[in-house]
């Protein structure tokens, strides 16, 4: 017979050595609105879990994640696909020209037909609709006990741009953590075995994962989550501990800060 819970208990003994370990501290309110909620005073509910915890979702991290090192990526200068539309994505990069067919951009024989087997460091990590993803992220989970965390109600009325006067009858209430309480938040990304190229000795797949090294920069460029981020809710910090990694080491930063050529596409100019 197979169990669901030993299978989910061997994948993490598996996976352990290539995952992150996050906690987020809130250092302002979170506001994650759940859509469709009920159960509260507020319009807009905060999002909380089948326990009653609050929670950060685990595709809201996966996302600002992915723009973050998208934009790392491109500063290094890599060659990156155009997000999140299909066509302007590996392996099809509508309209885009750059050096997507270098080893360096080769998923190899997870991937053996030659017309798609070229994807971007981005595409690589985060997946795009030919190629699976390498991560899976969890949900941040709020540590503290349901009990212990009072509903806020935080008003705010809808505001006229034309006249820029408060709306008449737009009066709403959004549900809040507490400020000022340094609430932890919890969750996990394991990593997948890396993209293996034919031609490559274990030790050379190894010492070329980017993987760890690409988030851990990207992590460190988002100060906030959820909703209301102009107005000062969900602010944090993630804790130091995450950002120390023994296996991130000097090739893995030679490798990403030595990308291939760029190939710039000459166009032809015909005399009218």
Known sequence: MIRLADLNQSSTQTNSSSSISLTAIIDTALCVGAGGSSGSL?????????EGKLVIPASQLKGRLRHECEKIARALGWDICESPVAQTMCPQRAGLTGNFEHDHYD????NPDDSTRHHCLICQLFGNPSLPSRLQFSDLVCTEHPDNIPEVLRPGVTINRRRCTAEEGKLFFLETSPANTALRFKGTIHIQPRWKLTHQTDEESRTTDFAKALMLAGLKHIHALGGSKSTGLGWLHWEPSVF????????????????????KKEVNHEAN
């Open 244 to 263: 120390r990694d023994p296996q991130i080491n000097d090739h893995v930063w030679a490798f990403l800060s030595s990308p291939p050529p760029h190939i």
């Open 107 to 110: 998923v190899g024989d997870r």
């Open 42 to 50: 507020s319009d807009k509910p905060i999002l909380k879990n089948a």
